[in-house]
């Protein structure tokens, strides 16, 4: 199969681990990764925080660029559902019902890494070995907009090695949220207090996720507690194997994320 890699914002300038550990992935499996040269942000953080109108280029810039492909990925729930519950809701506010049209169509083309596997590709096990206990974090984009579900934790409990520690109140936000981190700094960090307790309490080497903005917002708090707790993209937990020497472990996530 021949897959567009939709990259984020966040994986281009930040994590660009867990895009190439995508590429890997797919490689590896025997499919065809191809990068559309032309994409660029997604809009939604235009999207989020009410600026509709700044956000129409860009998804008809997104839609430009994804619309020859019959498959699209991204290592993002966040960016996913962005495409699939807002791209075309601007473009018919901003009265452009062509470019809506258009943003259906690559919307229902367009999936989150673990549904790509589970639903498409109809696998779990990737051949993936990552010896370390982990815990998954489930992203509130992708647990309340995508419905992923369960595809995540079916992929890591096919990966040899691994022991998926449960954590609790998984479905509590890390708080995060985007601007939102930024605009209700006091309350974020109360969510994020939160998380990393229940982090912590599982006694996990590694907390994972679908998204590297939750993950950098754990990761930033458990570095400053010097918790010894790494956070690491679950595309670079598929993408490790024996052979390769987990180059998970040398994610630039892995010491706990961002400090600042």
């Given at each position: 199969m021949?897959?567009?890699l939709f990259v984020?914002c966040?994986a281009?300038?930040l994590f660009?681990e867990?895009?190439?550990?995508?590429?890997?992935?797919l490689?590896?499996?025997?499919?065809?990764?191809?990068f559309?040269?032309?994409?660029?942000?997604c809009?939604q953080m235009?999207?989020?925080t009410?600026y509709r109108?700044e956000?129409v280029p860009?998804v008809?810039?997104?839609?430009?660029?994804?619309?020859?492909y019959?498959v699209?990925?991204?290592?993002?729930g966040s960016c996913v559902?962005?495409?699939?519950?807002?791209?075309?809701?601007?473009?018919?506010?901003?009265?452009?019902?062509?470019?809506a049209s258009?943003?259906?169509g690559v919307a229902?083309?367009?999936?989150e890494?673990?549904?790509?596997l589970?639903d498409?590709l109809?696998?779990?096990?990737?051949g993936?070995?990552?010896?370390?206990?982990?815990t998954?974090?489930?992203?509130c984009?992708?647990?309340?907009?995508?419905?992923?579900?369960?595809?995540?934790?079916?992929l890591?409990?096919?990966?040899?090695g691994?022991?998926l520690?449960?954590l609790?109140?998984a479905?509590q936000c890390?708080?995060f949220?985007?601007?939102f981190?930024?605009?209700?700094a006091?309350?974020s960090?109360?969510?994020?207090?939160?998380?990393?307790r229940h982090?912590?309490?599982?006694?996990?080497?590694?907390?994972t996720?679908?998204d590297?903005?939750?993950?950098?917002h754990?990761?930033?708090?458990?570095?400053?507690l010097?918790?010894?707790?790494?956070?690491?993209h679950?595309?670079?937990?598929?993408?490790s194997?024996?052979?390769?020497?987990?180059p998970?472990d040398?994610?630039?996530?892995?010491?706990g994320g961002v400090t600042?």
């Amino acid at each position: 199969m021949r897959v567009a890699l939709f990259v984020t914002c966040l994986a281009d300038t930040l994590f660009p681990e867990a895009a190439k550990a995508t590429v890997r992935l797919l490689e590896r499996l025997g499919h065809e990764v191809v990068f559309p040269q032309d994409q660029t942000c997604c809009g939604q953080m235009h999207l989020n925080t009410g600026y509709r109108a700044e956000a129409v280029p860009l998804v008809r810039r997104h839609v430009r660029a994804f619309a020859p492909y019959d498959v699209v990925v991204a290592p993002s729930g966040s960016c996913v559902g962005s495409v699939r519950h807002q791209h075309a809701t601007v473009a018919r506010r901003a009265g452009d019902e062509r470019l809506a049209s258009q943003a259906e169509g690559v919307a229902r083309r367009t999936y989150e890494l673990s549904e790509l596997l589970v639903d498409v590709l109809g696998v779990t096990d990737v051949g993936a070995y990552y010896p370390h206990r982990v815990t998954y974090h489930p992203t509130c984009h992708s647990l309340r907009m995508l419905r992923v579900g369960d595809r995540p934790l079916r992929l890591l409990r096919e990966v040899r090695g691994l022991d998926l520690v449960e954590l609790p109140q998984a479905e509590q936000c890390c708080g995060f949220g985007g601007t939102f981190a930024v605009k209700n700094a006091d309350t974020s960090t109360a969510m994020l207090a939160d998380k990393m307790r229940h982090v912590l309490a599982t006694r996990a080497d590694v907390c994972t996720a679908g998204d590297a903005s939750c993950l950098m917002h754990i990761g930033g708090g458990l570095s400053r507690l010097r918790a010894g707790v790494r956070t690491v993209h679950l595309a670079e937990i598929l993408a490790s194997t024996e052979a390769a020497g987990n180059p998970a472990d040398r994610s630039p996530l892995r010491t706990g994320g961002v400090t600042g």
